[in-house]
């Protein structure tokens, strides 16, 4: 039976949660109605392992070159940053209707 921790399950889980109602799948969503359903889970995969291949190269070689302290660091600075701005323009835009 596999830990709480190990990096496998670990993986899993947070996939499975970050991806829960994104825009990618509701993108899918929406080409699976126009589309045939296989050829849409397969371009889906695709664009995924592609996307994961990219982020996994990117931390190897972060991580080679610098100390791990500054990925974290660095990752919770740009996620604070795209946090701050999207709640700064959905509170100044709260008033106005996004149609018009």
């Not at 701005?85 to 996004?98: E, I, M, P």
């Amino acid at each position: 039976m596999q830990s709480l921790t190990s990096p496998f399950l670990i993986m899993t889980i947070t996939f499975f949660l970050a991806e829960l109602g994104d825009k990618t799948m509701i993108g899918t969503v929406t080409l699976a109605a126009s589309y045939s359903l296989v050829l849409v889970w397969i371009v889906s995969i695709l664009g995924m392992v592609l996307s994961d291949g990219l982020a996994i190269w990117v931390g190897q070689a972060l991580g080679k070159n610098l100390p791990e302290r500054s990925i974290k660091v660095g990752a919770a600075g740009i996620f604070f940053v795209f946090g701050f701005y999207y709640a700064v323009k959905a509170l100044t835009n709260s008033g106005r209707s996004r149609l018009a």
